[in-house]
């Protein structure tokens, strides 16, 4: 990145591609396969418009996960569910994440809401059951499925930065 | 999807300039030299306060003037952490810096209800409007220095953002405010003063988010 930086465009092709496969791993099991792809080059553009915020003196993947987990979340925000939004069986990506990707996970963010507020999203923002539905799966009214995705969002939106 | 994501990589790669990394010192280099001009501007066109010329210093006036300017110091820096994000960072204090800061309008809110003297006549009513819209006009350029450099960097948190700068450039108002304020009465300084920040922190959490955003 460091390279990246200083216009060395070879470098940067490289950075880019290896950030893709990382990415596509990252946002696998958080994210509809159907946008899996787009919110992976959402990620690389703003990596790409973004690179003066990353600092040399500092590790490259702390900052890259932060930048994903900022497009994820407003990849959710923006997100209506469409016909496509159905949930496929096959997923990019293995469980054996190293111990640093780990703590920087999706995940790990998710655990930081309340079970119910974490359960809406999932099942509305990622798996892309309707409101209606994921009111009968948790037993939640729909205002209350609603409430918990509004306030879902907002809260993961603030602890981005979070480990 | 976009497009390919090969022929995305190769664009990308293909268009890539030289950037110069955002540093932090620059940042608060840059915040700093707006407040400073601030305060020089206001100082020049009001004067600075006429007791210090005479080698007076108030105490109370001191430390409040302090408070407020360490409140800005620590809202800028985090401010300018903020357009460089990172796993793992703590952006939290500016939180104790304005719990600090919030002790004055307690003080005053006291001091004012057990006061015999009125602590609202028109006399001081409008000197403290003049001392709210001086505060809140000195406080613009670090607010704009601040939003310019959020939108260089990559802020996570756009409300917070938007807040942290708001209190930072409100109080390097007040600071700015307080060269020029002859008034040492802590309920002058405690509401009038601080209302300043209350102003610019409200601007900033719903004025600069549109602003940052990316």
């Given at each position: 990145?460091?390279?990246?930086?200083?216009?060395?465009?070879?470098?940067?092709?490289?950075?880019?591609?290896?950030?893709?496969?990382?990415?596509?791993?990252?946002?696998?099991?958080?994210?509809?396969?159907?946008?899996?792809?787009?919110?992976?080059?959402?990620?690389?553009?703003?990596?790409?418009?973004?690179?003066?915020?990353?600092?040399?003196?500092?590790?490259?993947?702390?900052?890259?996960?932060?930048?994903?987990?900022?497009?994820?979340?407003?990849?959710?925000?923006?997100?209506?569910?469409?016909?496509?939004?159905?949930?496929?069986?096959?997923?990019?990506?293995?469980?054996?994440?190293?111990?640093?990707?780990?703590?920087?996970?999706?995940?790990?963010?998710?655990?930081?809401?309340?079970?119910?507020?974490?359960?809406?999203?999932?099942?509305v923002k990622i798996d892309g059951l309707t409101i209606a539905e994921a009111s009968a799966?948790?037993?939640?009214?729909?205002?209350?499925?609603?409430?918990?995705?509004?306030?879902?969002?907002?809260?993961?939106?603030?602890?981005?930065?979070?480990? | 999807?976009?497009?390919?994501?090969?022929?995305?990589?190769?664009?990308?790669?293909?268009?890539?300039?030289?950037?110069?990394?955002?540093?932090?010192?620059?940042?608060?280099?840059l915040s700093l030299a707006a407040s400073a001009l601030s305060a020089g501007v206001l100082?020049?066109?009001?004067?600075?306060?006429?007791?210090?010329?005479?080698?007076?210093?108030?105490?109370?006036?001191?430390?409040?003037?302090?408070?407020?300017?360490?409140?800005?110091?620590?809202?800028?820096?985090?401010?300018?952490?903020?357009g460089r994000p990172q796993i793992g960072s703590y952006h939290g204090g500016w939180r104790?810096?304005?719990?600090?800061?919030?002790?004055?309008?307690?003080?005053?809110?006291?001091?004012?209800?057990?006061?015999?003297?009125?602590?609202?006549?028109?006399?001081?009513?409008?000197?403290?409007?003049?001392?709210?819209?001086?505060?809140?006009?000195?406080?613009?350029?670090?607010?704009?220095?601040?939003?310019?450099?959020?939108?260089?960097?990559?802020?996570?948190?756009?409300?917070?953002?938007?807040?942290?700068?708001?209190?930072?450039?409100?109080?390097?108002?007040?600071?700015?405010?307080?060269?020029?304020?002859?008034?040492?009465?802590?309920?002058?300084?405690?509401?009038?003063?601080?209302?300043?920040?209350?102003?610019?922190?409200?601007?900033?959490?719903?004025?600069?988010?549109?602003?940052?955003?990316?």
């Amino acid at each position: 990145m460091a390279l990246s930086q200083q216009g060395d465009k070879q470098a940067y092709a490289a950075l880019l591609e290896a950030s893709q496969r990382w990415l596509q791993r990252y946002y696998a099991r958080r994210i509809s396969p159907s946008q899996l792809d787009d919110l992976v080059q959402e990620t690389l553009i703003a990596l790409h418009t973004k690179r003066a915020s990353w600092d040399p003196a500092r590790p490259f993947l702390p900052w890259l996960a932060a930048i994903a987990r900022y497009r994820w979340v407003d990849h959710l925000r923006r997100l209506y569910r469409a016909d496509e939004h159905e949930l496929h069986e096959e997923f990019i990506g293995c469980d054996d994440e190293p111990e640093l990707v780990a703590r920087i996970s999706l995940q790990r963010l998710l655990n930081f809401l309340p079970p119910a507020q974490e359960q809406a999203i999932a099942l509305v923002k990622i798996d892309g059951l309707t409101i209606a539905e994921a009111s009968a799966a948790t037993g939640q009214s729909e205002s209350l499925v609603k409430v918990n995705i509004h306030r879902g969002l907002k809260k993961l939106a603030a602890l981005i930065e979070k480990e | 999807m976009l497009r390919d994501s090969d022929a995305l990589i190769a664009e990308l790669a293909g268009v890539l300039e030289p950037v110069k990394p955002l540093r932090l010192g620059e940042g608060l280099a840059l915040s700093l030299a707006a407040s400073a001009l601030s305060a020089g501007v206001l100082v020049g066109l009001l004067g600075i306060r006429a007791e210090w010329l005479a080698g007076h210093l108030d105490p109370l006036q001191l430390v409040s003037t302090g408070l407020f300017l360490g409140l800005a110091v620590a809202a800028t820096v985090t401010v300018i952490a903020m357009g460089r994000p990172q796993i793992g960072s703590y952006h939290g204090g500016w939180r104790w810096a304005t719990a600090m800061a919030g002790l004055l309008p307690i003080a005053a809110a006291i001091v004012a209800i057990g006061r015999q003297a009125p602590s609202f006549s028109p006399e001081l009513m409008r000197h403290g409007s003049e001392c709210l819209a001086g505060g809140v006009a000195a406080s613009l350029t670090v607010f704009a220095t601040l939003v310019w450099w959020l939108r260089r960097g990559a802020p996570t948190s756009l409300e917070r953002a938007g807040l942290v700068a708001g209190i930072a450039a409100g109080a390097s108002g007040v600071f700015a405010v307080s060269l020029h304020c002859p008034d040492n009465d802590i309920v002058h300084i405690g509401l009038w003063h601080s209302a300043v920040l209350l102003v610019t922190a409200f601007a900033g959490r719903f004025v600069v988010p549109p602003l940052i955003r990316w």
